[in-house]
């Protein structure tokens, strides 16, 4: 069974630009977690999504947002990027909601200039 | 408020020794309690997982770990160390009922020397 799929892996970007970012989830899961991990703040939840719902969301600016599709496929998204927005962005494929197990997917590190 | 606290930073020991790697939570509710390792530039492997039942539960790579309920602690142990279980190393709590928030403590660096 293929795991966690995050793209793309590696991504530069610029101060005030925007980014999508994606995740494809194992087959038959049908929920995501996000997650950001930077040295200073360590790892931490961004939001949760199941059928195309966001479930639960954390302590992040509005500039961070995503969904869900009917595939179970899910994009965040961050606009007006910023220095500290610089952090490796882990994905987490659910296999239900009832079952709090997460597998990980191996991130996207985001750089900001 | 809900915390995972792993009081070590990082720890170095030789191959072959016994390791315990500490972790103490902080949640109201009955909690689901995890280990992920990581290593460079990957992602988050779960080690083993306690939801309920026994409280010493086996994971993968060797590992095991004990709930401990009076003591707010899921410490990680394994017997004898490799030098590939150098990483870092996360304790996280969740909830149950549908709340699949993770909290994660700050992970604890594991060096092995030869």
């Known amino acids: 069974k293929a795991g966690v799929t995050q793209t793309p892996r590696y991504l530069i970007k610029t101060r005030g630009q925007q980014v999508t970012l994606s995740c494809s989830p194992i087959?038959?899961?049908?929920?995501v977690s996000w997650y950001q991990q930077t040295p200073g703040q360590g790892l931490q939840f961004l939001f949760e999504y199941f059928s195309e719902t966001q479930r639960n969301k954390g302590n992040f600016p509005g500039r961070f947002s995503g969904r869900q599709f009917s595939n179970s496929r899910s994009e965040m998204n961050v606009s007006t990027l910023e220095l500290g927005d610089s952090a490796l962005y882990l994905c987490a494929s659910i296999r239900s909601i009832d079952v709090n197990e997460q597998f990980f997917g191996p991130g996207t590190r985001l750089t900001v200039l | 408020a809900q915390s995972v606290t792993q009081p070590d930073i990082h720890i170095t020991v030789s191959e072959g020794a016994s390791l315990e790697l500490r972790c103490n939570y902080s949640y109201g509710a009955t909690p689901y309690l995890f280990w992920y390792v990581q290593s460079p530039g990957q992602g988050l492997q779960l080690l083993l997982k306690y939801f309920s039942g026994d409280t010493l539960v086996q994971g993968i790579k060797g590992f095991e770990a004990e709930f401990k309920r009076s003591q707010s602690s899921f410490n990680l142990r394994k017997p004898s160390v490799h030098w590939s279980d150098a990483a870092e190393y996360f304790c996280a709590v969740g909830g149950t009922g549908g709340y699949n928030k993770l909290i994660f403590g700050a992970g604890t660096r594991l060096a092995v020397h030869p």
């Open positions: 087959s038959g899961h049908r929920s």
